[in-house]
């Protein structure tokens, strides 16, 4: 069996989100983010990210999902690679927490991206380091289900495009968190009831029936 990217060793070092939370605040505080590019821009970046997160926070799960994560019967982990100033980290980071929270076979265990080299190169995004990344373990075996990130598919469908197009930083940003805005995280509870049906299904029995998506 190949040794497992992500290690004990990781998850041991790895923070919740409510460390995360903590860590920023402090920082913050200091004027300073997570990594090494304390600038002004980069601590004003992450200073708008509270704001997001503590919207996304607010998020109403849909009945749908959350059936699908009351059905998980395997303990899993759900590593997110992240950074404070990163936008899109701030839009689904805590989403994908709260959708953890509803399942109590489900953990979240998060690393900051820029300190572990090692795993966010084994998980990147079209040669990039991406993020937020998530990689989906088997809790006993550290076996990898699944990915996910960095952003929903309609989302990452309008950065390429915007990318493409060479458009400005800040309308760039502006039409990629209007996005979020006006999607409320349900193109990404929608995913995520199709990757836990898939995941759930490569740790369940095999005599028993797990929910599939279309």
Known sequence: MATPTITNEHLAKAITYSQYRDMIDKLLAENKTTGTNHSEDMVEYTRMNMHRMRRVE????EDDLIQVLLSVQTKMVWVVLTEAWCGDAAQNVPAIVKFADASPLIEVKLLLRDENPEVMDAYLTNGGR????????????LEVLGTWGPRPEPAQQLFLDLKAQNVPYQEFAEKLHGWYAKDKTRT???EFICLISKWSELTAPADMSVARCS
């Open 58 to 61: 607010k998020t109403v799960l």
């Open 130 to 141: 991406s993020i937020p990344k998530l990689i989906a373990l088997d809790a006993e075996t």
């Open 188 to 190: 990404l509870q929608q």
